[in-house]
């Protein structure tokens, strides 16, 4: 079965996605459009997201081009294994909405580094505002823009250059409207991704199943499950090639809790979707985001795995090469190139929902940080609601046109997207999640700890990646060293990150406690036990989450 790009019929299809999207988007910009100048409105949509726009925003906005296209990918090269991410996201997010929300809601947060400003001091909130700005745009921002304009390239032809400005130019529309636009707009992105995600791997299983002389699509998971064996593992033995990815029961105990908390609770990106709603609202959206999350696995892990079994069997030989060499990457736009003409424009346009809700969900925190935390607090003080968000959008167009320069010189591609995102902001992930868990349980805890925790931190996860070369040691109680691609001996980073963490915690918890004056600390925040009290109907819900996550990890192990 050989491409033939995008026909007509396709080009109907996403044209259809694009007029959906973009006419449902104004409808709403006009209903609201008095209240834009209201900057809480324009950035956090206070009050007017019902639970399923922020659960539908949250996936929309978390799903992108490094799952679909990184994440197939690792499902290629390593399987199952590397759904953990998805499913220990679903876990979470139960954690976040049972724990996080209420404190942010109780204390009226709604940044990230006004959370740091109002615990700690200003100087940790404008280091980390600095850090963030940096860390969405060069990492973040790229990631998706690259990975995206890759498969759109790959599929219509059209250079990376050009797919990079029109993705840039779609997102901005949405984001300049504000976050009320974005968070319905992703409502229907979710509908078109979930389809054309559905659409692409229920194909591709038949594809399998096709392959063997079989039909149907659960035919095809058996092939898959039964000539891959090796590919159907959450848990992998030192043994396997993949384990400095997903070193063992790191995955359930270590790293990977490390990587969601900090990613879902302590991020702006991804909390701005529930912090203008309020606790019962923000609880049952989270709620909902967790059961999308356990389907995404059958969306982004099973299509790559379907590519690896029939690349195994000597399909895409030279289609997944690039520079003459296997690029795990190509393996989504492969399979959505050998899809029949309309179905291909489904899964284009639910690839581009994708790419365009996550960017507008970053450009527009990447804005509400620069414009909240740093010109309103810094560069203009006495700055009107009007002219907050004429920066705010401002700072939005500013950081799509960066992103697009910036993109080229990063070697995304030399890495694999999903890894590259993991691995950079693994680098602080431990330090930013010890200060914000510490400073919601714990008064005492001084923004000297908080500072040490930033900096220390990243220093110490630096440092750490050459200690077996150092002491010659590459396998001991505390890690199992592996070569890099340049032969140094490495600790895996998720196994570097639970380390570091560790590292931070007890560093602040020394710091603080010889601090005579954290006895009286006037920073701590508001919390009381009936903060946590939940309802019974997501009482019910994260029971279902935790039981369907124990029997995959079970059946999977």
């Known amino acids: ?88 996201a679903a876990a979470t997010l139960l954690i976040v909405a049972i724990f996080f929300m209420p404190i942010y809601l109780k204390n009226k947060i709604f940044t990230m580094p006004q959370f740091l400003s109002q615990r700690y001091s200003p100087t940790v909130s404008l280091i980390m505002a600095v850090f963030w700005l940096m860390l969405y745009i060069t990492v973040n921002l790229t990631s998706i823009l690259y990975l995206g304009a890759l498969a759109v390239s790959a599929i219509s032809g059209i250079s990376i250059t050009v797919c990079m400005i029109g993705m840039s130019i779609f997102a901005g529309i949405i984001t300049l409207g504000g976050m009320k636009v974005i968070g319905y707009t992703d409502v229907i992105q979710v509908i078109f991704l979930v389809l054309g995600g559905l659409v692409t791997a229920y194909l591709a299983l038949n594809m399998v199943s096709e392959h063997y002389g079989d ?34 029961l790191t995955v359930l105990i270590g790293g990977m809790w490390i990587i969601n908390l900090n990613y879902w609770g302590c991020n702006q990106y991804i909390t701005q979707r529930a912090l203008g709603a309020d606790l019962p609202t923000a609880r049952n959206g989270i709620l909902f985001a967790a059961f999308l999350k356990m389907m995404m696995p059958i969306i982004v892990v099973l299509p790559g795995i379907a590519a690896y079994l029939l690349h195994k069997e000597g399909m895409f030989q030279q289609e997944m090469l690039t520079n003459g060499v296997v690029n795990k990457d190509n393996a989504y736009p492969i399979l959505l190139n050998l899809l029949p003409n309309g179905l291909k424009g489904l899964s284009f346009a639910a690839l581009t929902a994708a790419v365009v809700a996550s960017m507008a969900g970053k450009a527009n925190s990447i804005s509400t940080i620069f414009t909240l935390d ?52 693994g680098y602080v ?81 020394i710091i603080t406690l010889a601090d005579p004056e954290s006895k009286n600390n006037p920073k701590g925040l508001e919390i009381d036990p009936s903060m946590f009290k939940l309802t019974p109907s997501f009482l019910v819900g994260t029971v279902v989450v935790c039981v369907m996550l124990l029997f995959l990890y079970t059946y999977f192990w």
């Open 1 to 88: 079965m050989q491409s033939q790009g995008l026909q007509t019929l396709d080009y109907l299809v996403f044209l259809f996605y694009f007029v959906v999207v973009a006419s449902y988007g104004y409808w709403v910009y006009n209903r609201k459009k008095a209240k834009l100048e209201s900057s809480n409105d324009f950035f956090l949509a206070e009050g007017s997201l019902t639970w399923w726009a922020i659960g539908a925003s949250l996936i929309a906005s978390n799903i992108s081009a490094e799952q679909f296209i990184g994440t197939s990918g690792d499902g290629f090269k390593m399987g199952l294994a590397i759904a953990t991410y998805e499913w220990m």
């Open 215 to 248: 039909t149907g699509f659960l035919n095809g998971l058996n092939h898959l499950m039964t000539k891959a064996p090796e590919h159907f593992h959450m848990i992998l033995q030192k043994g396997n090639e993949n384990y400095p990815s997903l070193p063992g």
């Open 374 to 425: 740093i010109y309103k607090n810094y560069l203009n003080p006495g700055a009107s609601e009007k002219n907050l968000v004429r920066v705010g959008k401002i700072a939005v167009i500013a950081s799509l046109v960066l992103a697009i320069i910036v993109t080229p010189l990063m070697g995304i591609d030399k890495k694999g997207g999903f890894q590259f995102i993991q691995e950079y902001t």
């Open 429 to 509: 992930s431990p330090g930013i999640f010890a200060l914000f868990s510490l400073g919601f349980f714990w008064k005492r805890t001084t923004s000297k700890a908080a500072l040490f925790a930033l900096i220390g931190g990243v220093t110490f996860s630096i440092l750490s990646k050459y200690i077996p070369t150092w002491t010659g040691v590459n396998d001991c109680l505390f890690y199992t060293a592996y070569a890099d691609e340049t032969g140094t001996m490495m600790i895996p980073f998720m196994d570097r990150m639970g380390w570091v963490f560790i590292f931070c915690v007890t560093s602040m918890v």
